[in-house]
């Protein structure tokens, strides 16, 4: 197979992505075009990864890199705030070499595949949904033919003046069939990439997604790309990819980045007695959800490594929980995050504000009930109606919207619900985030992991940095 293929995310740098939130951001390289260039390379094509995002790279580096490589195929990924940035990477990428077949994927292009390639002509086609399969495709008809293939299923392209949107592709079964991710392949790989310092504890680390799909129905999450169904690697085989990590690349922290991570609880289960029972002695963190995890549960994660576990709380609000579809009531959370601190672990809930039906008093009782919580870190995004999302869909009834692409990123506020001023929305973000981190026993369990794991101090205090720039004066 004469392909070459350069994958790449565009280049989006830290203020971009975070905003003031940026010295607290994390630098990780993307899981899906490592485990991409994997499926590439079974499939004979010659490789090469270009993470603009995660290394900031300015668009002319990111171009001359690319170009580098002499690509007859270049795939981008990218969200729907980076989506316009590819775009320009691949307007100068197709202006220095006219006959490279540009590709883009992701959660984006998998929400608005016409749309996207409306908005973006330099782009050929898209990948919808999960890429392995789609991608191994395109390489095959790329080195019989070599021109843009406009039938394949889970694809949409151009086809005389038009955007054809093909069928989707089934979801892939059998995860275990694909191969390793070609961590190889990402110059610098580890220590080039960083995560947030919350999730770090030890060094170096890398991020993994060990389950695809979500069964959960909440409003305003995107399931088109991995869909309704939670699939996983079985126990065995995750071992086996951590196992890679921790003697190829010297790997000694995990960040799961699961949604579903503790959604079946017998995998779990399996996954942490293989860990304990052959290794290897990494320590992990990940993802949870309130109605999924148990004590004893918890108790079997802490001895297999886990460390710090996260929880998607949303709002402290019933009515608006129940509203959006979380399914979840606030003592079954409080239960969740109490287990968790008696297991041992580190605890951090994701809290959002300016939901369809927000009021005043609902952001009260959010500040409330974070503040009522035994928790150790908070993360205080503004509600955003994501492309692929059900609250994409109603957002205009419900509020004012912005719908430029770029600014679609969780920090910045483009959907005001009916009620509300976008001044209310920030003072309340700012606000609850002063109200926790001011506090003497959290800033002193702060200091005290901290102290106890000294790497992460200049990391700390850009975040110290991005913590006062967010909140100013808030009280």
């Known amino acids: 197979m004469n392909v070459r293929l350069v994958l790449a995310t565009p ?30 390379r079974q499939a004979g094509a010659t490789v090469a990864v270009v993470e603009a995002s995660a290394l900031e790279l300015s668009p002319e580096a990111a171009l001359r890199t690319i170009l580098a490589a002499d690509p007859t195929i270049v795939g981008l990924t990218a969200t729907t705030s980076g989506v316009m940035r590819a775009a320009q990477l691949a307007a100068a990428l197709k202006a220095a070499r006219p006959g490279v077949l540009a590709v883009l994927g992701g959660c984006h292009a998998t929400a608005l595949p016409a749309e996207t390639l409306d908005a973006c002509p330099a782009f050929d086609m898209v990948v919808m949904g999960e890429g392995e399969e789609t991608l191994r495709a395109i390489l095959e008809r790329a080195a019989a033919d070599g021109v843009c293939p406009t039938d394949l299923p889970g694809t ?67 399931r088109s790309v991995f869909g309704n169904r939670c699939r996983g690697y079985s126990p065995a085989r995750a071992v086996a990819l951590l196992r890679d990590l921790h003697d190829r690349f010297g790997v000694r922290e995990l960040l799961i980045e699961d949604d579903t991570f503790v959604i079946a609880k017998t995998r779990v289960r399996e996954f942490c007695e293989r860990l304990i029972a ?109 492309p692929g999302s059900e609250l994409y869909r109603v957002a205009a009834e419900a509020g004012t919207v912005d719908r430029d692409w770029r600014r679609m990123n969780v920090v910045n506020t483009v959907f005001v619900p009916n009620g509300l001023t976008r001044d209310d929305l920030e003072q309340a973000r700012a606000g609850l985030l002063h109200s926790f981190y001011l506090r003497p026993a959290v800033l002193w369990r702060q200091a005290a992991h901290v102290l106890a794991h000294p790497r992460l101090i200049p990391a700390m205090g850009r975040g110290v940095l991005a913590f006062r720039r967010v909140t100013g004066g808030a009280a």
């Open 11 to 40: 280049p989006v740098d830290a203020a971009e992505r975070y905003g003031p939130f940026a010295g607290a951001g994390s630098t990780e390289p993307s899981f899906g075009l490592a485990c991409l260039a994997a499926v590439a």
């Open 156 to 222: 949409a392209a151009r086809l005389g003046g038009r955007v054809v949107v093909n069928p989707p592709r089934p979801l892939i079964d059998n995860l275990d069939a694909l191969p390793l991710p070609a961590w190889d392949l990402l110059p610098g790989f580890p220590r080039a990439f960083h995560p947030s310092p919350a999730r770090l504890r030890r060094w170096p680390c890398a991020s993994v997604v060990l389950t695809r799909g979500c069964p959960n129905t909440c409003l305003f999450c995107d």
């Open 278 to 386: 052959e290794g290897p002695a990494v320590s992990w963190s990940c993802l949870g959800r309130a109605d999924r995890v148990d004590p004893e549960l918890l108790r079997l994660m802490r001895r297999a490594g886990c460390w710090h576990i996260a929880y998607g709380i949303e709002s402290g609000d019933p009515a608006l929980l129940e509203a959006m579809h979380k399914r979840l009531d606030l003592e079954a959370i409080r239960q969740a995050v109490t287990w968790s601190r008696e297991a041992g672990l580190r605890t951090k809930g994701f809290f959002m504000v300016g939901f369809p039906g927000e009021t005043h008093e609902s952001l009260a009782r959010t500040r409330r009930f974070a503040l009522s919580l035994p928790l150790d870190d908070i993360s205080v995004m503004q509600m955003t109606p994501f």
